[in-house]
């Protein structure tokens, strides 16, 4: 009775383990596909919300920020390559799972875990930190604009993937994403069962 209680109770943690993605049983390379140069994975990630763009050209770009060391606006610091990078370095989440990328929005809807300000992407290096804007931004999403950001993720970073090493992808189309700056769609308080929900 006893080994039977310790059997499940392990079973139990193993399968939690894996529906929430621990990093420690999937190695980072995994996601980083194999590549060494930290250029190389920049380049990546660049591409990656270039990519984010262009399936969803009217979703704000917050890329109005100064840059601490030029003293010019950082143009190609957005809201997007910010939230792949804390996605990415700061929270060690997979870029090709659909579920990773809900944990992350969940972030920014203080449903899942706290963003640190110090920790959050560019915070060092633009004058102002963008943590406050790009979290009220992603508050004002709704659902289906949640979605079609998580899908244009998806896909951005399934096609920097060679054929190869891709898993099952998941190709459906991306809902149309507006502007979500206009109060007339405020962001549903449904809580982390709807972030959640397919």
């Given at each position: 009775m006893k080994n039977s209680r310790a059997l499940i109770s392990f079973v139990m943690s193993l399968v939690l383990m894996l529906l929430l993605g621990s990093a420690s049983l999937v190695p980072r390379q995994s996601w980083h596909w194999g590549l060494a140069p930290a250029?190389?994975?920049?380049?990546?990630?660049?591409?990656?919300?270039r990519s984010v763009y262009q399936q969803l050209p009217d979703f704000p770009k917050e890329n109005q920020y100064i840059s601490t060391e030029t003293g010019k606006a950082a143009t190609d610091n957005t809201l997007v390559g910010r939230l792949i990078r804390y996605h990415i370095y700061v929270k060690e989440?997979?870029?090709?799972?659909?579920?990773?990328?809900?944990?992350?929005?969940?972030?920014?809807?203080?449903?899942n875990e706290w963003i640190d300000e110090n920790t959050y992407p560019s915070a060092k290096t633009l004058r102002t930190n963008p943590m406050e804007g790009d979290?009220?931004?992603?508050?004002?999403?709704?659902?289906?604009?949640?979605?079609a950001l998580v899908q244009a993720l998806i896909?951005?970073?399934?096609?920097l993937r060679s054929p190869a090493t891709q898993p099952g992808a998941m190709t459906s189309p991306s809902p149309a994403l507006?502007?979500?700056?206009?109060?007339?769609?405020?962001?549903?308080?449904?809580?982390?069962?709807?972030?959640l929900s397919p």
């Open positions: 250029n190389a994975q920049r380049v990546r990630l660049d591409d990656a919300w989440r997979s870029p090709i799972y659909r579920f990773d990328w809900k944990l992350t929005l969940a972030d920014y809807l203080d449903v979290v009220a931004v992603i508050r004002k999403l709704n659902r289906s604009q949640r979605e896909d951005a970073f399934s096609s507006s502007t979500p700056a206009s109060p007339a769609t405020p962001a549903r308080s449904g809580g982390a069962s709807d972030l």
